[in-house]
């Protein structure tokens, strides 16, 4: 069985450019979540998406933003890049449909983000 | 808000010495507790899981319990290896009022075992 597949695993991008990373949850998987992982702030969430619709977002600026398509691989968005957006990036994949019970996720390897 | 406290690292044990780290919880209702671990250049591996009070959770000889009234999820292993080395993660599962999960991390116990 496929795990969760990130892409790029590695990126480096300019300020003010914006950039798109991928995520392809595990079949059957229709959650998608993204996290950010800085040595200052630790692992962040960033948002959740549920078939299709973001379910929930995490205390980040508007410049952060994803989606989820129809097969349930997710996108994240940043724009305007600044210096601090440096970081791995991490997409998990869960089969649970909310509520009670959250039974854990599986994270890809992620995708490391520098911004020069 | 929910929050995990987890104990500061880095720990350096010798191999087949006796793990413990520490880690603590703020939460309303009833979440799910998770260990995850992270190797040098990769994602999080899931570890072990529990998701009720008293629950053990257990995996590759790692245990932790899930002690509600201490609001505890301690990682303990009786024998570590060189290759246990990695980043450890205490984290908690919570759930949205309006449906879905997040989950919120502590920061980490960096393990370093020795020959």
């Known amino acids: 069985k496929a795990g969760v597949t990130q892409t790029p695993r590695y990126l480096i991008k300019t300020r003010g450019q914006q950039v798109t990373l991928s995520c392809s949850p595990i079949?059957?998987?229709?959650?998608v979540s993204w996290y950010q992982q800085t040595p200052g702030q630790g692992l962040q969430f960033l948002f959740e998406?549920?078939?299709?619709?973001?379910?929930n977002k995490g205390n980040f600026p508007g410049r952060f933003s994803g989606r989820q398509f129809s097969n349930s691989r997710s996108e994240m968005n940043v724009s305007t890049l600044e210096l601090g957006d440096s970081a791995l990036y991490l997409c998990?994949?869960?089969?649970?449909?909310?509520?009670?019970?959250?039974?854990?996720?599986?994270f890809g390897s992620g995708t490391r983000l520098t911004v020069v | 808000g929910d929050s995990v406290t987890q104990m500061e690292g880095p720990v350096t044990l010798s191999e087949e010495a006796f793990l413990t780290i520490n880690c603590t919880y703020t939460?309303?209702?009833?979440?799910?507790l998770f260990w995850y671990v992270q190797y040098p250049g990769e994602g999080l591996q899931l570890l072990l899981k529990?998701?009720?009070?008293?629950d053990k959770g257990s995996n590759k000889g790692f245990e932790a319990t899930y002690r509600k009234e201490t609001t505890s999820f301690h990682l303990e292993k009786g024998s570590v290896q060189v290759s246990d080395s990695a980043v450890y993660f205490c984290?908690?599962?919570?759930?949205?009022?309006?449906?879905?999960?997040?989950?919120?991390f502590g920061t980490g116990t960096q393990l370093k075992v020795e020959l």
């Open positions: 939460a309303t209702g009833y979440p799910s």
């Open positions: 079949s059957g998987h229709r959650s």
């Open positions: 998406y549920f078939s299709e619709t973001q379910r």
């Open positions: 529990a998701t009720k009070a008293d």
């Open positions: 998990a994949s869960s089969s649970t449909t909310g509520g009670y019970g959250n039974y854990g996720y599986t």
């Open positions: 984290a908690l599962g919570g759930s949205f009022t309006g449906g879905g999960n997040k989950l919120t």
